[in-house]
Every structure is written in structure tokens, then in C-alpha cells.
């Protein structure tokens, strides 16, 4: 069963950087046919998609996002990463892990981190 | 491109329903459905507009055509009550629905 797992700072400043951690268990994250993906959820808010990446080095990003993000894979300790760049308090939100998967040419986020729940305030 | 959902729908126990997620030629891409209990990470229910994980109860089915997919619950129980999600990928980007709430009176 693949689990993931989020770790962040949970407060964050006001125009400081946000940086998420996902360790990946039960899966590799340099899978062929899977992708790692965030997405978060504001309060009351729908899912909102962020970011998703291939250990080849192909990633996709929110249009919305993507001047302030960056996503990277770590193999050596199966983890994936974001990046977030000048925060507001509308970047206050429950980041989740996912992964992304690819199988046949297809895309859907199968299985999901409990989410790490961040706050932008000063 | 955007895709519109229901806010909210009311089933009694035991009844069908149906949320729907339309979008422009949705039927041309994949659907994916997701389920969220408050307090819980969401969880795949529908993928490949019809297909259904290992574990989920057979009453969820799916279906996507035109403009609309679909999802439908048989027979639905006071446990199925949740926010329910599509979302869907144009190549580029994955897009989610704003969301049905479900509830079960």
C-alpha cells in the first residue's frame, strides 16, 4: 500500500517561502508511470492543484502558481518537495501529496497524504 | 477551462443519486471522481470515468459523455455522505471541480 506523508512549518511569515516535505512509502517516486503531484485546499475551499513531477525531470505546474513554485524529487530518501515563494495569508491551506499516476496513458491522483496544514500570518 | 458542479445534492437512504461535472468536450478527456469526509484526505472513488479502485463499494459508478460525467450511487448509505470531487487533465493541467456536498437525510 503506498502512504505518504507531509511535514512543513505550519506558520509561515508574510513574502517568506513555504517548503513542504512528502516522504513516499510502499512506492518509488522514480516509478515509470507515476508522477508525485501537491494540491491544497483552502478553508471551505475546493481541491486546487499545484504542481506534479516525473523522476525524469518532466513537471507540470498551475498556471495560477507557477511564477512562485518549484517541485523537486529526491530519490535517494523517496521524498518529494515544494517550494513556495512569497506567501499570503491566501496561500493559508491544507497541502496534500499525492500520487500521480500515468498508467496507460491515463492521469489520476490514487493515493493521497493526510495533508500538512500551513498558515501564512505574521 | 473550468469545470462546474452542483454545490450541493440531498439523497434520502437507500435512494440513487447522481452528481454531475460538466465542462467543455469533458467527454473527450478522462474523469476522475474523488470523495472527502470532513477531516480526511480525499479518495479516488471513480478513475478512467468508469473504473472503480479496489475497495470501493460497487453501488459507485461513473460515466462521461459529451459534456457531462457523471457519478452515481446506488442504493446510498448515511456513509457516503462527503464532498464529492471531479477532476480531470488537458495535457498540461489538472483541474478540479468546485465540489458537490453530499447529504444523506
Known amino acids: 500500500q503506498v502512504q505518504l506523508q507531509e511535514s512543513g512549518p505550519g506558520l509561515v511569515k508574510p513574502s517568506e517561502t513555504l517548503s513542504l516535505t512528502c516522504t513516499v512509502s510502499?512506492?518509488?517516486?522514480?516509478?515509470?508511470?507515476?508522477?508525485w503531484g501537491w494540491i491544497r485546499q483552502s478553508p471551505g475551499k475546493p481541491l486546487e492543484w499545484i504542481a506534479s513531477?516525473?523522476?525524469?525531470?518532466?513537471?507540470y505546474y498551475s498556471p495560477s502558481l507557477r511564477s512562485r513554485i518549484t517541485i523537486s524529487l529526491d530519490t535517494s530518501k523517496n521524498q518529494v518537495s515544494l517550494t513556495l515563494k512569497s506567501v499570503t495569508a491566501a496561500d493559508t491551506a491544507l497541502y496534500f501529496c499525492?500520487?500521480?499516476?500515468?498508467?496507460?496513458?491515463?492521469?489520476?491522483?490514487?493515493?493521497w497524504g493526510r495533508g500538512a496544514l500551513v498558515t501564512v500570518s505574521s | 477551462y473550468e469545470l462546474t458542479q452542483t454545490p450541493s445534492v440531498s439523497v434520502s437512504p437507500g435512494q440513487t443519486v447522481t452528481i454531475t461535472c460538466s465542462g467543455d468536450?469533458?467527454?473527450?478527456?478522462?474523469a476522475t471522481w474523488y470523495q472527502q469526509k470532513p477531516g480526511q484526505s480525499p479518495v479516488m472513488v471513480i478513475y478512467?470515468?468508469?473504473k472503480r479502485p479496489s475497495g470501493i463499494p460497487e453501488r459507485f459508478s461513473g460515466s462521461n459523455s459529451g459534456e457531462t460525467a457523471t457519478l452515481t450511487i446506488s442504493g446510498t448509505q448515511a456513509m457516503d455522505e462527503g464532498d464529492y470531487y471531479c477532476?480531470?487533465?488537458?495535457?498540461?493541467?489538472?483541474?478540479f471541480g468546485g465540489g458537490t456536498t453530499l447529504t444523506v437525510l
Open positions: 510502499g512506492a518509488s517516486v522514480n516509478s515509470r508511470s507515476s508522477y
Open positions: 499525492a500520487r500521480d499516476n500515468r498508467d496507460g496513458g491515463t492521469q489520476q491522483f490514487d493515493f
Open positions: 468536450k469533458l467527454g473527450h478527456k478522462y
Open positions: 477532476q480531470t487533465w488537458d495535457g498540461t493541467t489538472a483541474l
Open positions: 513531477m516525473h523522476y525524469g525531470g518532466s513537471t
Open positions: 478512467q470515468d468508469k
